[in-house]
């Protein structure tokens, strides 16, 4: 079975950075990848960023590229979130997912009905 657990939310001021980690197993497709998705109060979910197992091509959502750095551990099966210079609109419960349609993440597609394996949310609260 395909499990993630993500873990690292937390309270932080504005233009704080955190660190979210989403621990994966299971994963016997070819060609997956894990994005990291957001979803604030009252809004839709959104995606954030991916990165595609086998070559390390990443993806970023306008909003928050330059913002926020994807990254992979193998020997860990850890995917990494980076925030930095965190903002109040950054608040919301982040999710990593898993796909086994990684070549979307390559071309620049992350979306919530292309990911099949969900873990807890993690909160982030940026204060102002």
């Known amino acids: 079975d395909v499990q993630l657990q993500a873990s690292g939310g937390g309270l932080v001021q504005a233009g704080g950075s955190l660190r979210l980690s989403c621990a994966s197993s299971g994963f016997t497709f070819d060609d997956y990848a894990i994005g990291w998705f957001r979803q604030a109060p009252g809004k839709e979910r959104e995606g954030v960023s991916c990165?595609?197992?086998?070559?390390?091509?990443?993806y970023y959502a306008d909003s928050v590229k330059g913002q926020f750095t994807i990254s992979s551990d193998h020997a860990k099966n850890t995917v990494y979130l980076q925030m930095n210079s965190l903002k109040p609109e950054d608040t919301a419960v982040y999710y990593c997912?898993?796909?086994?349609?990684?070549?979307?993440?390559?071309?620049?597609?992350?979306?919530?009905?292309?990911?099949?394996?969900w873990g807890q949310g993690t909160q982030v609260t940026v204060s102002s």
């Open positions: 990165i595609r197992a086998s070559d390390g091509s990443t």
């Open positions: 997912a898993g796909t086994g349609w990684g070549y979307r993440c390559q071309v620049g597609t992350i979306v919530t009905y292309e990911y099949d394996y």
